[in-house]
């Protein structure tokens, strides 16, 4: 099958998932956006893992925390826009590829490690965050944004 010929169902299930995650990612920047009390440092302080010393880098420089909340909010807000109305897929969903395993790797759900900070359920290596990766993954490697989206716009070139 052409990686581009997905039957009804096929494409209404890949829509729905680039779209419920683009809502995901956008809201979350909103949020953020919207309280101007909001930062990054608590979670970058509660960090642990392998990263954990370049996570508490970043929470210790007031210029990089700063920028990295700046990044944090619009990249959200920017990945949750470009998922939801199909432009720039592939670079979309890299780019949240990459946001979320830095959040993975902030917080891995390994064994013996231990956060401050309360975490949503109980996980062993696999969490939401990287099903939401993984869900990622999957929409790269099954765009959609050629079929229901802006690209299909932006990159016609005078396709009929």
């Known amino acids: 099958m052409n990686k581009n010929n997905y039957s009804s169902f096929q ?10 995650i683009g809502w995901h990612f956008l809201y979350e920047g909103i949020a953020k956006l919207s309280n101007p009390n909001w930062s990054g440092v608590g979670y970058l302080l509660d960090s642990e893992g392998f990263l954990k010393e370049f996570y508490l880098n970043l929470a210790s420089n007031p210029v990089l925390l700063k920028t990295v909340d ?15 109305l199909g432009v720039f897929s592939r670079i979309t969903v890299i780019a949240g590829i990459i946001l979320l395993a830095l959040y993975y790797f902030s917080h891995p759900p390994f064994i013996g490690l231990k956060y401050s900070l309360q975490m949503e359920g109980s996980y062993l290596i ?14 790269f490697v099954f765009p959609t944004g050629n079929k ?5 716009i932006i990159f016609s070139h005078g396709k009929s």
């Open 148 to 152: 229901i989206g802006l690209d299909r």
């Open 11 to 20: 494409l209404f299930w890949l829509i729905a998932l680039r779209v419920l």
């Open 126 to 139: 696999v969490n939401k965050v990287l099903i939401e990766l993984i869900a990622l993954a999957v929409l």
């Open 70 to 84: 700046f990044l944090n909010i619009w990249g959200l807000i920017a990945i949750g826009l470009g998922l939801i």
